[in-house]
């Protein structure tokens, strides 16, 4: 695997994504994908994730982050593409900010 094809998302998931299992579910959908990173609530009601690995891997994370579990109600997903940098080893929930 090339770092060239490798990538770092950064996403904020507007809705209602608390107390529904959300962060739950993102980690779940990136150990599947083989990412590694971090999702932790804001206190604003937001979701907010960092994750790396293949960009097809991110991307495919990506859509999984606009449906969200069966509780979950997505109004909106901000996101941005940054470099890889290699820093996770393993994809973790952390605390509130």
Same mark, same amino acid.
């Given at each position: 695997? %090339? @770092? +060239?094809?490798?990538?770092? *998302?950064? =996403?904020?998931?507007?809705?209602?994504?608390?107390?529904? /299992? !959300?962060?739950?579910?993102?980690?779940? #959908? =990136?150990? /599947?994908? @083989? *990412?590694?990173? &971090?999702?932790?609530?804001? &206190? @604003?009601? /937001?979701?907010?994730?960092? =994750? +790396?690995?293949?960009? #097809?891997? *991110?991307?495919?994370?990506?859509? %999984?982050?606009?449906?969200?579990?069966?509780? %979950?109600?997505? %109004?909106?997903?901000?996101?941005? &593409? *940054?470099? !890889?940098?290699?820093?996770?080893?393993? !994809? #973790?929930?952390?605390?509130?900010?």
């Amino acid at each position: 695997m %090339a @770092d +060239e094809n490798k990538s770092r *998302l950064h =996403a904020r998931v507007i809705g209602r994504v608390q107390g529904v /299992s !959300f962060r739950y579910f993102v980690v779940e #959908q =990136a150990e /599947s994908l @083989d *990412l590694y990173g &971090w999702v932790r609530n804001r &206190w @604003d009601g /937001s979701v907010e994730m960092t =994750a +790396e690995g293949m960009r #097809q891997s *991110l991307e495919t994370l990506l859509q %999984a982050l606009r449906e969200g579990p069966p509780m %979950a109600r997505v %109004a909106n997903v901000e996101f941005e &593409w *940054l470099p !890889f940098s290699g820093e996770f080893t393993s !994809f #973790q929930v952390r605390g509130t900010v």
